[in-house]
């Protein structure tokens, strides 16, 4: 009988991602993924020619979004994800493209089938949002 808490419990997603080491790899996989993809070019023209930021800001994102230490709160402030990402026209494609570099970056990683599996599902719901929120704001 397992004692681990379910994912989304408590801290149980970021202790399976492998804390904020772990998911510093998962998030340079990603970045340099979306670098290399040619499916990716489209996404990778939306992101500052340096990636630094960015990829501070998405491994403190996901810390306290796994239920982890809030670091982009501590850090950078509030975001919602939806809003802020409108600014830009996001649409299906750039969204499938963000997911797809994500579904890799998270396969090659050590994590478990199951926290893979769970994982990129809780990412394609923000996903999906910020395809709402753009089109809303973009028409």
Known sequence: MSTQPPFGTGDASYQAAGGIDGLRRLVDDFY???????????????????????????????SGWLGGPKLFSEKYGSIAIPSFHAQWPIDEALSGAWLGCMERAIALQPFSPAFAEYLLAQLRVPAHRVVQASRARHG
């Open 32 to 62: 340099r993924l979306m670098d290399e993809l040619p499916e990716a070019a489209d996404l990778r023209r939306i992101h500052p020619e340096s990636l630094e930021q960015s990829r501070d800001k998405l491994a403190c994102f996901l």
